[in-house]
């Protein structure tokens, strides 16, 4: 008998994840099923309870749920805590609700698998929003000298890196700094854009002197053509990568989370870039 697992959204049908975790449970010999929900507005509570008295197990939650699906746990993973929201909830045998958050996994693993070196580097991270704050803790677990948070609003920029000043990491800290776009610094190696807006065609108004020779632009948002970041990055000498990747490989930590099984991603990613 299969599992039932589901996705909740407002609205929800553009999700990839349905595709990803059919694919996963294929290769993985997993006997579950994984359907797209869209819940209330005004009752994501109501929607994940309902799901698991029909028998669910276990969701990834997705905009506008995220902070509504922390304040529906029993029980919040550290990097749930540190990120406010998260986007997998699994019912226990205990019958209590564990959440936990997978972005931030996602977008490392993803740059490890296209060969990026975070430890030491000297990172960027466009926006301050709740995509932003749910990526900081893994990214500063993987060893930076310095992470800095760019933001229009530079208050908001400077308050979420206070909340992730000189955390220890192992024998180093990595300084933490938040400003407005006016008060970037010169060579980032690795640059990330954690805002929405290229793919309304609109770009922050970035320094040419931005990336290092060597750096790397990354864009958490995906499309079939490349955003405006990305052409902005590739037009200056860069290796540019987009959030295709992040996507899969956040639902692969949601996937090990519900089954205990890790899938192999590169084939789902590949298959959903051939999709686009």
């Not at 975790?21 to 929900?37: K, R, S, V």
């Not at 209590?96 to 975070?118: C, K, N, Q, S």
Request: proline share 4%.
């Amino acid at each position: 008998m299969s599992e039932r697992y589901c996705v909740f959204g407002h609205p929800i049908g553009h999700s990839r994840s349905p595709r990803i975790h059919a694919l996963f449970a294929e290769q993985c010999g997993q006997a579950m099923t994984y359907e797209a929900i869209e819940a209330p507005r005004e009752d994501f509570a109501g929607a994940w309870h309902t799901f698991v008295a029909a028998g669910g197990l276990g969701a990834n939650v997705t905009v506008p749920f995220k902070e509504e699906a922390y304040r529906v746990a029993d029980v919040l993973s550290q990097r749930a805590r540190r990120a406010g929201a998260v986007n997998t909830l699994v019912h226990g045998r205990d019958g209590r609700t564990y959440a936990d958050t997978t972005d931030g996994v996602g977008l490392v693993r993803d740059l490890e698998a296209h060969g990026v070196t975070l430890d030491d580097a000297r990172i960027l991270v466009l926006g301050a929003g709740g995509a932003v704050r749910g990526v900081l803790d893994p990214l500063l677990a993987a060893g930076p000298r310095s992470l800095h948070i760019a933001n229009r609003t530079a208050e908001k920029a400077v308050s979420l890196a206070a909340d992730f000043h000189l955390q220890e990491r192992g024998q180093q800290q990595a300084c933490v700094k938040g400003s407005g776009y006016d008060a970037l610094e010169d060579a980032y190696d690795v640059v990330i854009n954690g805002t929405s807006a290229s793919l309304s065609g609109e770009l922050p108004p970035l320094p040419e002197t931005l990336l290092a020779a060597d750096g790397v632009a990354y864009d958490m948002m995906y499309a079939a053509d490349p955003t405006v970041f990305l052409q902005w990055a590739s037009a200056r000498g860069v290796r540019t990568i987009d959030g295709l990747g992040m996507l899969v490989e956040q639902a692969a930590e949601s996937f090990f989370l519900w089954r205990h099984v890790r899938p192999d991603t590169e084939p789902v990613r590949n298959m959903l870039r051939r999709e686009l």
